[in-house]
Nanobody, 122 residues
Framework: QVQLVESGGGLVQPGGSLRLSCVASGSIFSINAMGWYRQAPGKQRELVAAITRGGSTNYADSVKDRFTISRDNAKNTVYLQMNSLKPEDTAVYYC????????????????WGKGTQVTVSS
């Protein structure tokens, strides 16, 4: 079974930085796209950043020039470097993997991690 596990969340002061990591496991052959979403209390889950297997990226306007997404295809891992953090970045951050192929099948539905809390506060 495919599983995604996030790490790297925590409490940081405004202006600080954090680096999130997400590892996908489960006899994975390839992953088309990986991404990070976030959900703040009382708000809908929103896309933060996404990256294709070839390295094309997409960012929410609110994080452009502050966050950087990257991935290591050999390790089935995606990262999110978050700089110049603001209180409004406070949310649970979820990892997403779309178009996962294992040795035995291709999954048309995306997989999600359980999330990691990021809190930006002084």
């Amino acid at each position: 079974q495919v599983q995604l596990v996030e790490s790297g969340g925590g409490l940081v002061q405004p202006g600080g930085s954090l680096r999130l990591s997400c590892v996908a496991s489960g006899s994975i052959f390839s992953i088309n796209a990986m991404g990070w979403y976030r959900q703040a209390p009382g708000k809908q889950r929103e896309l933060v950043a996404a990256i294709t297997r070839g390295g094309s990226t997409n960012y929410a306007d609110s994080v452009k020039d502050r966050f950087t997404i990257s991935r290591d295809n050999a390790k089935n891992t995606v990262y999110l470097q978050m700089n110049s953090l603001k209180p409004e970045d406070t949310a649970v951050y979820y990892c997403n993997a779309d178009g996962v192929a294992t040795a035995t099948r291709f999954y048309a539905i995306p997989f999600w991690g359980k999330g990691t809390q990021v809190t930006v506060s002084s």
